[in-house]
């Protein structure tokens, strides 16, 4: 083996073996897991008419997210009992139920989380992005939801605002020719839970 070759080995060697410790602390970092309280946890919405504005909510049937402090990789599945959605007018919602949301078929819409992004901290008030595919009325769509996060201790509370423009995404337009309303629902989360795994030294 000449010099040249013998050089190229030896920085060949390197580069692997940087690879491999890189993939070895990347798989021994220890996963953040987030577990949400349905009984703490609060879903809020809020759809628009030319009138006035109907406010329900919905309930949490249960969530749980582990992810990578590193590389922000995330897995996990928060669950909304569709069934439960309710505005206080029970004409209402049985018309929303079935015509609409069409709970009979789909009882249930859910969140599955891929990326976790931002300056995660150990205690405090920080701002995070998750990023993943919600899933309504048998459809997946992506869902890139802006978080507040208050840490203290393991205890998290995680709010956050989105939109679902419910009619792009297959479901009935309640609008009529004299009734014009919102092709969008807002919804308001207030998520109440645990945070565990995570010290600033994970990052």
């Known amino acids: ?48 008419d030319i009138l006035h504005t109907v406010q329900g909510t919905f309930r949490l049937k249960g969530g749980v997210m582990t992810f990578d402090p590193v590389t922000g990789a995330a897995e996990g599945e928060f669950l909304v009992d569709v069934t439960t959605g309710e505005s206080g007018n029970s004409t209402r919602d049985g018309k929303m139920q079935k015509e609409v949301l069409e709970s009979s078929k789909y009882p249930q819409a859910f ?11 150990a205690v405090g008030t920080q701002n995070v992005t998750v990023d993943g595919t919600f899933n309504i009325h048998g459809a997946d769509h992506p869902l890139s939801l802006q978080i507040a996060l208050q840490r ?49 030294e994970n990052k």
């Open 1 to 48: 083996m000449n010099f040249v070759s013998r050089k190229y080995c030896i920085c060949l060697s390197a580069v692997i073996l940087c690879i491999a410790q890189m993939a070895r602390a990347q798989s021994s970092s220890p996963k953040v897991t987030v577990h949400l309280d349905p009984q703490k946890t609060e879903i809020h919405w809020t759809l628009h």
């Open 111 to 121: 969140f599955h989380p891929v990326k976790v992004s931002g300056d995660l901290k």
């Open 152 to 200: 203290n201790g393991t205890d998290a509370t995680a709010t956050t605002r989105f939109s679902i423009p419910y009619v792009a995404w297959g479901m009935k337009d309640e609008s009529t020719f004299l009734l014009k309303v919102d092709k969008e629902v807002t919804v308001d989360v207030v998520a109440r839970g645990t945070m565990e795994g995570f010290s600033p």
